[in-house]
């Protein structure tokens, strides 16, 4: 449900910001905006209080923000605020994003790891995803070291799992239906 709120509100400030020539610089908005919410966890709780009042949430945004937000933003945050699905703003942020990438002909790569790729591998792993997916790809790595090795990647709706953590998973559900006389 939340993905499909998600890619709805970003397809329509997407629209807006096309209108308005500044996709670049909604974009780089949002990753300003996600960065202080991720290093503020008041500010987290401000935002997602149910009995804050609308104003408030901006004004707590605004405060813990380096740089001053357009109007378009600020419009869309109050949006998001009025109609109480502030908290799926990083959703929001995410598929923005992907949508960012799709108007210039690539796509994200999200890349879970162990621990962090070589710049070889990175460099491999690019032009491979590249060629699987006929386009360009941007890698963003993510260090899980609960996958004990291996790596998970998710690129659009498909998910390829090449970890140790999801080898086992695989054999513990195989070993589950195997019937013992």
């Known amino acids: 449900m939340e993905s499909v709120i998600a890619e709805k509100y970003a397809v329509a400030l ?14 780089s908005e949002i990753q300003a905006i996600q960065k ?23 004004e707590a945004l605004r405060r813990n ?3 001053k937000l357009s109007s378009t933003m600020e419009n869309f945050l109050m949006l998001l605020i009025m109609k109480k699905r ?3 703003f990083k959703a929001v942020a995410d598929h923005y994003e992907r949508l960012c990438y799709e108007l210039k002909g690539k796509a994200i790569a999200r890349v879970l790891t162990a ?15 590249t060629q699987m997916f006929g386009m360009a ?10 996958l004990i090795g ?3 990647i998710y690129l659009g709706d498909q998910r390829m799992d090449g970890s140790v953590l999801g080898q086992l ?13």
């Not at 997407?14 to 974009?27: G, N, R, S």
């Not at 919410?37 to 935002?47: I, K, Q, S, Y």
């Not at 790809?137 to 609960?146: D, H, M, N, Q, T």
């Open 115 to 129: 621990m962090p790729l070589a710049a070889a591998q990175r460099e491999s792993l690019t032009e491979k995803l």
């Open 36 to 58: 202080a919410v991720e290093a503020n966890p008041d500010l987290r709780t401000t935002l997602e209080h149910p009995r804050a009042k609308a104003q408030e949430k901006l």
């Open 150 to 152: 291996g790596m998970m």
């Open 137 to 146: 790809v941007e890698l963003k790595e993510e260090v899980k070291p609960g």
């Open 65 to 67: 923000m380096n740089q």
């Open 86 to 88: 502030i908290k799926h």
């Open 14 to 27: 997407l629209q807006v910001a096309q209108e308005q020539k500044t996709v670049d610089a909604i974009a």
């Open 169 to 181: 998973e695989k054999m513990k559900q195989r070993m589950m239906k195997v019937e013992i006389d």
